[in-house]
């Protein structure tokens, strides 16, 4: 397996620039908020990323691990992506 250690080389991409960059182009980022509310798991993200990809999403299978970590445990600054609720 390997280590995430190697992700270090794609700084100053964070999870807010690569999910706002990688997930706003076809549907609005609001638009899978709810799910990352719902804190889904690893496997639903990864699932959803297969989907996307079939529809056109074009990331590398770095960009994809990293994805599915962002969105399966969302940082604050992802979470800021979303309208706030209160
Ligand atoms: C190339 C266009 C495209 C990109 C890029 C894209 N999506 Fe989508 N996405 C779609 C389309 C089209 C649908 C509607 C598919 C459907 O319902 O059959 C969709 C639907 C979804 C859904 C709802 C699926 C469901 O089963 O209800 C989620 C969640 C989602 N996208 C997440 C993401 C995430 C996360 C990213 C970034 C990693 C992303 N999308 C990037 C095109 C895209």
């Known amino acids: 397996m390997l280590l995430l250690a190697s992700v270090q080389s794609r ?51 770095e960009e994809k691990d990293r994805l599915v970590s962002c969105l399966a445990d969302p940082d604050a600054k992802v979470k800021a992506l979303c309208p706030a609720k209160k």
């Not at 706003?24 to 990352?36: E, G, K, L, Q």
């Not at 889904?40 to 990331?59: C, F, N, P, Q, S």
């Open 11 to 61: 700084a100053g991409e964070d999870c807010q620039q690569l999910v706002g960059n990688k997930c706003a182009s076809c549907h609005f980022v609001t638009y899978i908020c709810p799910r990352i509310e719902k804190g889904k798991g690893t496997l639903y993200w990864k699932g959803i990323l297969h989907d996307m990809i079939k529809e056109g999403l074009v990331a590398t299978d």
